[in-house]
C-alpha cells in the first residue's frame, strides 16, 4: 500500500474483511453519542443523513436503526459490500466525498468518522460536504480516542519515528486545522459533552503484534518495506521479551470525541 498521493484517498479494500474485527466504537456508546447530538440540536429528530466515508457502516447502523434515511459514500466497493450486508435499509454507492453525485441542500445532516486524515485535500472534502448539507444543519465529526493507544502499537510508533518516520500521515492529522478551515467556510461550533462517553477494550499483545503483520493501520502504509519489516521485527522481539510474551493482556479505556459545526444560513 502506497503513501496518499496528490488528488488520492486511502482505499482500505485490502482489509475490508478484517475492518469490523479490529476497529469499532460500542453501539452503546454511539447511542449515547446520538442522542445527546439530538440534544444539543447537532442532529435533525428525523431525516436524511450522509454518511461520508462510510467504511462498512459502523457508524451508519444506530442511525438507520432510529430511522434516518442514510445515504452512505467510499470509494472501497468491498467496504461497501460489507456495509449493504449488515444495513439493508441504507443506501450505500462508490463515490468521492470531494465530488459528490447529489443535489446542493441535500441532506439534513453529514456525520464522518476520522475522514479527513484518509484524504489528500481535505479541505476540498470540507466544501463539497457544506454543499450538499443544508443551511443551518451540522456537519458531525465522531472518534474514538485511544482505542488503539496498546503498547505493541506504542513500540511500533516509537520505533518508526527513530528512523525519521515521524509524519505518518500525510495529509492532517488532528481535527484542529479542519476545525479552523470550517470556522473560514462560516461555520461555527455546536458544543457537544461527550467527555464521560469511555469504554474499556481489552487486547492481547499477540493479537495487536498480529494487526501489524497484517498490515491494518493506514498511519503505517506509507513506509517502504523494508523498513516496516525491521521495525516489526523489532517489536516482535519486545513483544517476546514480555514476561507473559504474546498473552499479555492490556486493558485500554478509549473515550469519544464530538465535533458539530452548523452551516450558517
Known amino acids: 500500500m502506497a503513501r496518499v498521493t496528490s488528488g488520492a484517498t486511502n482505499d482500505f479494500s485490502p482489509i475490508a474483511a478484517r475492518y469490523d474485527a479490529t476497529r469499532g466504537i460500542p453501539e452503546a456508546v454511539l447511542a449515547a453519542c446520538y442522542d445527546r447530538l439530538i440534544q444539543a440540536g447537532a442532529l435533525p429528530s428525523g431525516g436524511t443523513i450522509l454518511d461520508a466515508g462510510c467504511g462498512t457502516g459502523q457508524i451508519s447502523?444506530?442511525?438507520?436503526?432510529?430511522?434516518?434515511?442514510?445515504?452512505?459514500?467510499?470509494?472501497?466497493?468491498?467496504?461497501?459490500?460489507?456495509?449493504?450486508?449488515?444495513?439493508?435499509?441504507?443506501?450505500?454507492?462508490?463515490?468521492?466525498?470531494?465530488?459528490?453525485?447529489?443535489?446542493?441542500?441535500?441532506?439534513?445532516?453529514?456525520?464522518?468518522?476520522?475522514?479527513?486524515?484518509?484524504?489528500?485535500?481535505?479541505?476540498?472534502?470540507?466544501?463539497?460536504?457544506?454543499?450538499?448539507?443544508?443551511?443551518?444543519?451540522?456537519?458531525?465529526?465522531?472518534?474514538?480516542?485511544?482505542?488503539?493507544?496498546?503498547?505493541?502499537?506504542?513500540?511500533?510508533?516509537?520505533?518508526?519515528?527513530?528512523?525519521?518516520?515521524?509524519?505518518?500521515f500525510p495529509v492532517v492529522h488532528d481535527l484542529a486545522p479542519v476545525a479552523k478551515f470550517l470556522a473560514g467556510q462560516g461555520c461555527e461550533m455546536v458544543p457537544v459533552d461527550a467527555a464521560d462517553l469511555r469504554w474499556e477494550r481489552r487486547i492481547r499483545h499477540g493479537d495487536a503484534l498480529d494487526q501489524f503483520e497484517e498490515r491494518l493501520f493506514a498511519e503505517f502504509w506509507h513506509l517502504p518495506s523494508a523498513a516496516y519489516a525491521s521495525i516489526l521485527a523489532d517489536t516482535a522481539c519486545w513483544v517476546e521479551a514480555q514476561p507473559n510474551g504474546r498473552d499479555t493482556v492490556e486493558t485500554l479505556t478509549p473515550w469519544l470525541s464530538l465535533e458539530a459545526f452548523r452551516k450558517r444560513t
Open 61 to 168: 447502523l444506530p442511525l438507520a436503526a432510529r430511522g434516518y434515511a442514510i445515504c452512505g459514500v467510499d470509494v472501497s466497493a468491498e467496504m461497501l459490500a460489507i456495509a449493504r450486508s449488515k444495513a439493508r435499509t441504507a443506501c450505500f454507492a462508490a463515490a468521492d466525498v470531494r465530488a459528490l453525485p447529489a443535489r446542493n441542500g441535500a441532506f439534513d445532516a453529514v456525520v464522518v468518522s476520522k475522514l479527513f486524515m484518509h484524504i489528500d485535500d481535505w479541505q476540498g472534502a470540507c466544501r463539497e460536504l457544506l454543499r450538499v448539507l443544508q443551511p443551518g444543519a451540522c456537519l458531525v465529526h465522531i472518534s474514538d480516542r485511544s482505542a488503539f493507544g496498546n503498547a505493541v502499537r506504542k513500540r511500533f510508533s516509537a520505533h518508526a519515528d527513530a528512523l525519521g518516520f515521524g509524519d505518518r
